[in-house]
């Protein structure tokens, strides 16, 4: 049974970087080739794509945070990270991580980890 | 940037109908993905690719595509479909995936 696990600091001042990890059990990101992403939910509204990783390190980002996100994925950790520099209160939010069934990052999400609520505040 | 319009609100009685819509330019080219998300959790693929149902999802949920627009249909409403519905596309011109506004179904 895959499991996505996301982690991360909770609080983050503005302006600094939020750095957060996916860990996948239950399967091998790299005995898998498929795409994982980062979705994000800001409270009491929508779902926004932040960006998808394959397992040999291509990735897709939005185009309205590529200038400050870097999505990875590590293999030997068996763990995806997120990276969103200056950050501010407007990205404050549910990260989730999710499975991307296919080398393509065109698929559905039908693996989700259950989000961890990232705050942006001094 | 490629827009995905979903009305924010649809409600039913149980044991009827409800029909959720995802209006796209040119959606009946790309494969439209819904999502059921319940208060506090993550959200669940129930439809892929249109119309293709995931193992565990009810029967009676089912997808279609006519036009420009993606329909969600649920029927014989359930107390616990209540829940906030997105639909999702790839947008290939700009390498993207998009997500629609969402909508929340209210079971009367």
């Known amino acids: 049974q895959l499991r996505l696990q996301e982690s991360g600091p909770g609080l983050v001042n503005p302006s600094e970087t939020l750095s957060l990890t996916c860990t996948v059990s239950g399967g091998s990101i790299s005995n898998s080739p498929y795409y994982w992403g980062w979705i994000r939910q800001p409270p009491g509204k929508g779902l926004e794509w932040i960006g998808s990783?394959?397992?040999?390190?291509?990735?897709y980002y939005n185009s309205s945070l590529k200038s400050r996100v870097t999505i990875s994925a590590d293999t030997s950790k068996n763990k995806l990270s997120l990276n969103l520099r200056s950050v501010t209160a407007a990205d404050t939010a549910v990260y989730f991580c999710a499975r991307q069934p296919a080398a393509t990052a065109e698929y559905h999400f039908d693996s989700w980890g259950q989000g961890t609520l990232i705050t942006v505040s001094s | 940037s490629y827009v995905l319009t979903q009305p924010p609100s649809v409600s039913v009685a149980p044991g009827k109908t409800a029909r959720i819509t995802c209006g796209g330019n040119?959606?009946?080219?790309?494969?439209v993905h819904w999502y059921q998300q319940k208060p506090g959790q993550a959200p669940l693929l129930v439809i892929c690719?249109?119309?293709d149902r995931p193992s565990g999802i009810p029967e009676r949920f089912s997808g279609s595509k006519s036009g420009n627009t993606a329909t969600l249909t649920i029927s014989r409403v359930e107390a616990e479909d209540e829940a906030d519905y997105y639909c999702?596309?790839?947008?290939?011109?700009?390498?993207?995936?998009?997500f629609g506004g969402g909508t929340k179904l209210t079971v009367l």
């Open positions: 999702q596309v790839w947008d290939s011109s700009g390498d993207h995936v998009v």
């Open positions: 690719y249109d119309i």
């Open positions: 990783v394959f397992y040999r390190g291509n990735t």
């Open positions: 040119n959606i009946g080219s790309q494969g």
